[in-house]
């Protein structure tokens, strides 16, 4: 098995490459599916958020390149491979698992050490466990990388320094207007970056504070929390004209303000009032032509990227410290891979014993008939109790040397001095049967009227087999 990691981030491609590969959160369970039907792929967990769209994958062989990864993302998105693969970065075995555990960790945020990247990796990797997605590599690594990032945050402290996109947004305005004092804050969308967005404006000294979203019920919810005003998102063109500051973060995948509509909305300002906005959503909220406007400043996401640096010194020192613990991390999980290999060959030597076993005692009862009862069951435990202790070292040291620096050539030793090639071929044979058994029971119990093909399914391709 080989893993993976493909995509695409903050730093190594713009905004209007990242909007292009964003997964909408309806449709994500099916690009889930649809990736776990793709050629090789045996485990998969998707990962985007404003900054970065991933795809982690547990291939049966090795490919050149990502090659059915970036396959899948140029038929999910409908985009040309040459014109994304310059942008994308592929990482392989230890190097996957490094980058998942910097990412999880806030090592590879555009702000470093940010938390809420945390979340969004563990919610990904729970709808693809919940789908059938993940199995027990994936299952014991994601779980590993969710554990490493709590225990850097709590013991380092790496999130103790204010600094976040939101935080940056704020600190821009800041930038521009010297102090939030009598001004007029519209705050475009509802969620989690929005209100942290308020809390850094109300504690700047923001006097009003408007919140527009689509569902007005948020709105008027986070508008509270801020003693700010909440209006219906039919009325944004009216909360637009009297905005000194705008910022909008809202997961829509098209445009939620016009270069016309903000024109329009420039009309009705008194004293040719400067406009000051940010757009910090992937897929973009704000239309790029707004910054062609006369007295309108308007910055995205990217543009952030200097504000949050010269906030990040300290979070740097101490990322040196987390980067030791993902060192020790990685050992840890490679040594528990090394051992996972190990499973399978102690079951086929089980497996081959114990058909030595029943094999010599059938053969021994038909050449002493006159037996009874209970002298064949002296027999039969004593020849099992020879067996076990047989195999007792070898399954010991196996354990032992899988776990070592050449695991995978004892392993490998150990099976053709057994000679555990033909059972081990069996179990693999069995996996696939069953596997495919449990898929089409999925199916079927998803589509009643299906019922009655998996036995015959099932017989068939075990025939076949």
Not at 287 to 308: A, K, M, R, T
Not at 316 to 341: C, D, P, Y
Not at 401 to 425: P, R, V
Request: charged share 25%.
């Amino acid at each position: 098995m080989h893993i993976l990691a493909v995509g695409l981030n903050h730093r190594t491609a713009p905004v209007e490459i990242r909007e292009k590969f964003t997964f909408s959160s309806d449709r994500l369970p099916e690009a889930l599916a649809f990736l776990k039907d793709t050629k090789s792929v045996l485990e998969c967990v998707i990962v985007g958020t404003c900054n970065r769209t991933e795809v982690y994958a547990v291939l049966d062989r090795k490919y050149k390149n990502g090659h059915f990864v970036k396959g899948f993302l140029e038929h999910w998105f409908g985009i040309g491979r040459d014109q994304f693969e310059p942008y994308l970065y592929v990482h392989e075995e230890r190097k996957a698992v490094e980058h998942l555990f910097r990412v999880t960790s806030g090592l590879d945020s555009m702000v470093l050490g940010e938390t809420q990247i945390l979340g969004q990796i563990r919610d990904a990797f729970l709808l693809a466990q919940s789908r059938g997605a993940t199995g027990t590599l994936f299952n014991n690594l994601f779980k590993m990388a969710v554990t490493l990032a709590k225990r850097a945050h709590s013991e380092t402290g790496i999130g103790e320094n204010p600094v976040s996109v939101s935080y940056a947004a704020v600190e821009l305005g800041k930038r521009i207007f010297g102090s939030f004092r009598d001004k007029s804050v519209l705050l475009i969308g509802a969620g989690k970056m929005s209100e942290l967005t308020a809390k850094h404006l109300h504690a700047g000294g923001a006097s009003r504070i408007m919140v527009v979203n689509r569902t007005h019920g948020r709105a008027i919810e986070m508008a509270e929390k801020f003693r700010g005003t909440a209006y219906p998102f039919e009325r944004l063109s009216e909360a637009l004209a009297e905005a000194d500051i705008v910022i909008s973060s809202t997961g829509s995948q098209e445009l939620v303000l016009t270069r016309d509509q903000v024109r329009l909305a420039l009309q009705g300002r008194k004293g040719g009032r400067p406009l000051f906005m940010v757009d910090i959503a992937v897929p973009r909220d704000l239309d790029p032509g707004i910054g062609e406007l006369s007295n309108v400043f308007l910055y995205d996401i990217d543009d952030l990227e200097s504000i949050v640096e010269a906030n990040l010194a300290e979070r740097r020192h101490v990322a040196e410290e987390i980067e030791g613990l993902i060192q020790e991390e990685i050992q840890v999980f490679e040594q528990w891979l090394k051992t996972l290999g190990v499973t399978p060959v102690i079951r086929a030597l089980q497996e081959k014993s114990n058909r030595i076993y029943e094999e010599t005692m059938d053969s021994m009862m038909k050449k002493l008939p006159d037996l009874d009862e209970r002298q064949q069951k002296v027999i039969r435990k004593l020849a099992k109790s020879i067996v076990n202790q047989m195999m007792r070292d070898p399954i010991l040291r196996v354990k032992d040397l899988a776990g070592g620096k050449h695991g995978d050539q004892a392993l490998s030793m150990f099976t053709e001095l057994f000679a555990l090639e033909e059972i081990l071929l069996e179990q693999e044979q069995e996996s696939k049967w069953l596997e495919r058994v449990q898929q089409a029971a999925a199916s079927t119990a998803a589509a009643p009227e299906r019922q009655g093909a998996i036995s015959f399914n099932a017989a068939e391709w075990l025939a076949g087999s």
